[in-house]
Each structure stands twice: as C-alpha cells, then as structure tokens.
C-alpha cells in the first residue's frame, strides 16, 4: 500500500479563491482525519470520520470550510472563499478503529494563500 | 477537557547529551498516550505508544497518571533525533486524537 495520498502537495491560491484538497486513506481503513499544522498551534484536528460519516466537526473554523467523504476511499477539504490565514500545511490522516491505534498521515499538502 | 501540554516549543541539546521532552494531559477517562514523530520531510509518523512499553530508537516514555504527564527521554541524543515531536492522546475506546503543540527537537555536533 502507498499509504495515505494527498493532493496537491503544494497550492497557492489567492485570496477569495476556492480551494480543494483531496485525501485517499490506506485501503481497508475505517477512520479518516483532517488535520491542519501551523507553527503557532501545531497540529489542530479540524474534522473526522468514521465509516464516511462526518463524527466531529467540532475543530472547522468556520463555514468556509467544509469536507466530505463520499465514499471510504476518498475525502476532500474545501476552502471557500480562502484567506491569507488559512495558509497551512493540511494533513490527511487514516487509521482502523480499535486496531492499534495508530494514524498513518499523509504528506500533506501545503497551502499558502497570498 | 482534553487538553496535551507541550510547554517547550524548541529544545536545543549537544550530541550525547540526555534529553527529556515534556508532555502533560488531560483527560477525564482512561487515556492512551503516543509520541509522533515528523523528521524533515518526510510523514509524521508513530514513534512510540503507552500500552507497548517499548523503546524505540532509544526513546522511551513512562505515563505517569498521578502528574498526568508522558514524558519522552533518551540517555544520548543523536544528530539524527532533529525532529518535531508530538504527543498525542486518544480516549480509550475512542478514535478521536488529540495533539499537543509540538517541540523542535535540535540535536548540536
């Protein structure tokens, strides 16, 4: 397996623009996890789910941000409209629930909105 | 709430020098605990966990439920050890992770 795949690995956008990121997690993983990494917060959850259903959501920022899992191997993060302080490294995570635990991140996909 | 503390934002150590990586929690129920680990460029990975009670590259962490911490220590720092460290908590029987803010970890020749 290749692991968890994000694209793309790098975007610049500019402000007010909308902005996708795409997750694929490891094959017969239950549960998928957006994560955003800055130097001041280090690493936020923004949103997780479970069997592709959306469990919390608690971590989004605001309603310009929104992500779907249509199905179990496939998960997108949208931005619209984005903003300089959206400007991010955004990892995808995947793992199996009440296995060992363990998330298996992807490479992430670094963000700069100028 | 659940809560990890990293208080250490960068640690910067001399090759062969012990160090120590702090992480304190919280949370209301029994909590599993792990260190990730992210070296230059390349993915955050698991370095080690609670419940294996191993030790990893030389790392190890002792969770210590009456200080609620799970610190992470190594006798003698390598070079190779420059890395970002995070420690991480999830509920047991929960999948949801928690992280702490990370720390720079600079090991000097």
């Known amino acids: 397996d290749a692991g968890v795949i994000q694209s793309p690995r790098h975007e610049v956008t500019e402000m007010g623009q909308e902005v996708t990121l795409r997750c694929k997690p490891i094959s017969g993983h239950n549960s998928l996890f957006w994560y955003r990494q800055t130097m001041m917060r280090g690493l936020e959850l923004l949103i997780y789910f479970n069997n592709n259903v959306p469990i919390d959501d608690s971590g989004m920022p605001e309603d310009r941000f929104s992500a779907k899992m249509p199905n179990a191997s496939f998960s997108t993060l949208k931005i619209q409209p984005s903003e300089p302080r959206d400007s991010a490294v955004y990892f995808c995570?995947?793992?199996?629930?009440?296995?060992?635990?363990?998330?298996?991140f992807g490479e992430g996909s670094r963000l700069t909105v100028l | 709430a659940q809560r990890v503390t990293q208080p250490e934002k960068l640690l910067s150590v001399f090759k062969g020098a012990p160090v120590e990586l702090k992480c304190n929690y919280s949370y209301s129920g029994s909590p599993e605990l792990f260190w990730y680990v992210q070296y230059s460029r390349q993915r955050l990975q698991l370095l080690l966990r609670h419940i294996s009670r191993e030790s990893i590259k030389g790392f190890t962490a002792d969770l210590n439920k009456g200080e609620t911490s799970f610190h992470l220590k190594k006798p003698f720092a390598q070079e190779e050890d420059s890395a970002m460290y995070y420690c991480a908590l999830k509920g047991m029987g929960f999948n949801k992770f928690y992280f702490g803010s990370g720390t720079k970890l600079n090991v000097k020749p």
């Open positions: 995570a995947s793992s199996l629930e009440g296995f060992t635990g363990e998330l298996f």
